[in-house]
């Protein structure tokens, strides 16, 4: 007895004597897109927030390429001691979604640290098209089987996925026409080459109120903070078709239970400020933060969620 409670005594002091001690070395967040996305707003805002907060200084890393898999094999090899996270989104989910061996195992590779944010996307059309609601989009659809089109991102991508099981919901007959990024997507719609495309809401309604879009429905299970005027897909007549893109950071798996406590308050700390969220709702994200349990319960649903979809639709991952 007294030998297990000098044991749970000692675990606890190293524990604490951790925590007080890290970080003890730069902090290095990997981000698995190029510069000047989304998630490299978010990073470069969080690192930040975190220098003033830890006192260490933060680089961000970009690894683009594979779906994330490139930065994301990255993280899961670096030293494990805390000082190496991933910022990385709902891709991590596809990728485990679709069952294709990768270089590491998407959940017990990785330590959930924080949920960063979250975002719906909205389906937008060019005012050419004549559509105002999501219920004019799927009558026209009707009307001309096979004739409308929908610009997505590729098969791997959860535009594509959302929109193909939309699709199969809605019993509708469009064309998928892949582009290399939402840049181009957003471009091709907007210059009326496709009839939709599921975009960043941020962006989306920004280019409606310009008048050069018309923005249908979000897909998120509320309406979203920059657009309250559009409904949901669900209050358009699918309840069930809720689509979520997030963030979250991802440590080694092995990192100190305490080195990721102490993340996790940082990070959560920065969510809350005026700042961060302002950066996050500049690249169209919201602060949704969240505690290491509450990522690992959300990204095994994710999983999940996608796995279903991919079933339904019979989607197969980039190059295969």
């Known amino acids: 007895m007294l030998r297990t409670a000098l044991a749970i005594l000692f675990a606890a002091l190293c524990g604490a004597a951790s925590a007080q001690t890290f970080p003890s070395k730069p902090l290095r967040i990997l981000v698995p897109f190029p510069p000047g996305g989304g998630t490299d707003v978010a990073a470069r805002a969080l690192g930040e927030h975190l220098l003033r907060e830890l006192g260490q200084p933060v680089v961000v890393d970009n690894r683009p390429g594979g ?40 959940l017990k590779d990785f330590a959930f640290v924080a949920r960063v944010s979250t975002s719906p996307l909205m389906l937008v059309t060019h005012p050419a098209a004549g559509l105002k609601s999501l219920a004019d989009a799927v009558a026209a659809a009707r009307a001309n089987p096979g004739k409308l089109s929908f610009a997505s991102l590729g098969t791997s991508s959860p535009h594509y996925l959302g929109f193909e099981w939309f699709k199969r919901m809605a019993k509708l007959d469009i064309i998928d026409v892949p582009y290399k990024g939402g840049g181009p ?122 796995r279903k979809m991919i079933e339904l639709t019979g989607a197969k991952p980039e190059g295969r």
Not at 89 to 102: C, M, Q, R, V
Not at 212 to 221: C, E, Y
């Open 67 to 106: 779906n994330s898999v490139i930065a994301t094999e990255a993280l899961a090899r670096a030293e494990a001691d805390g000082h190496t996270l991933l910022l990385t989104t709902d891709f991590h989910s596809i990728n485990a979604a679709f069952g294709a061996p990768l270089p590491y195992d998407s």
């Open 185 to 306: 997507a957003l471009a091709a719609v907007m210059g009326g080459q496709v009839t939709f495309s599921l975009v960043v809401a941020s962006n989306g309604i920004r280019q409606a109120k310009a008048g050069k879009l018309v923005a249908l429905a979000v897909t998120g299970p509320a309406r979203a903070s920059v657009a309250p005027e559009v409904p949901t897909f669900a209050e358009s007549g699918y309840p069930e078709f809720v689509l979520l893109n997030w963030y979250g950071i991802l440590a080694p798996a092995a990192a100190p239970r305490a080195a990721v406590q102490r993340l996790n308050a940082s990070i959560v700390a920065g969510l809350k400020t005026a700042e961060v969220q302002g950066r996050l709702a500049s690249a169209g994200v919201d602060a949704a933060p969240g505690t290491p349990e509450e990522l690992d319960a959300w990204v095994r649903n994710d999983i999940a969620h996608y």
